[in-house]
T-cell receptor, first 112, second 114 residues
């Protein structure tokens, strides 16, 4: 079955710390990969996406993610987080038939 | 990019009643999706609604409980039928753009069932 796993449910970091959020999926076919962010009280927003090409993808607000096909992973990274990055982060995968499945999300809390 | 609006933005309903949520997209889209986000949880896909065909439901969701209409390329409705407190959730409408490059989300409908 198609599934998306996010390993960290709740992450607490201090400002300027580096961030890496894990995401794995189970599916051997073609996938499109996304990271969404949901700030408190706001809509989901797209951070970045991968369809093809360079597996290192850069998104908004200094975020990047690397697609490692052999590991079925698409981890999100940011070298230095800010207090304003406090939010919930969702990894999402579009499997071949167009539907997008979301991971359970990671709540990120940045300490000022 | 597509702009999606939903009505109502929130509602408080009594057990056993039904609520219809409307979703309007500002451009014609082929595929629309309905998600549920229960408190403290991730988004769960309820169904995919394509214009001119029956909605496709995910495992655990059935048409009798969540009937969906898709009368044209810019509009869809989701009805939550015979509601119970377990249906309290945020319901989100979503669509992809023409090139399926990005999926856009509506602001959600926050439903509370007493």
């Amino acid at each position: 079955a198609q599934s998306v796993s996010q390993h960290n449910h709740h992450v607490i970091l201090s400002e300027a710390a580096s961030l890496e959020l894990g995401c794995n999926y189970s599916y051997g076919g073609t996938v499109n990969l996304f990271w969404y962010v949901q700030y408190p009280g706001q809509h989901l927003q797209l951070l970045l996406k991968y369809f093809s090409g360079d597996p290192l993808v850069k998104g908004i607000k200094g975020f990047e993610a690397e697609f490692i096909k052999s590991k079925f992973s698409f981890n999100l990274r940011k070298p230095s987080v800010q207090w304003s990055d406090t939010a919930e982060y969702f990894c999402a995968v579009r499997f071949g038939d167009d539907k997008i499945i979301f991971g359970k999300g990671t709540r990120l809390h940045i300490l000022p | 990019s597509a702009v999606i609006s939903q009505k109502p933005s929130r509602d408080i309903c009594q057990r056993g009643t039904s609520l219809t949520i409307q979703c309007q997209v500002d451009s014609q889209v082929t595929m629309m999706f309905w998600y549920r986000q229960q408190p403290g949880q991730s988004l769960t896909l309820i169904a995919t609604a394509n214009q001119g065909s029956e909605a496709t439901y995910e495992s655990g969701f059935v048409i009798d409980k969540f009937p969906i209409s898709r009368p044209n390329l810019t509009f869809s409705t989701l009805t939550v039928s015979n509601m119970s407190p377990e249906d309290s959730s945020i319901y989100l409408c979503s669509s992809t753009d023409g090139g399926r490059n990005e999926q856009f989300f509506g602001p959600g409908t926050r439903l509370t069932v007493l």
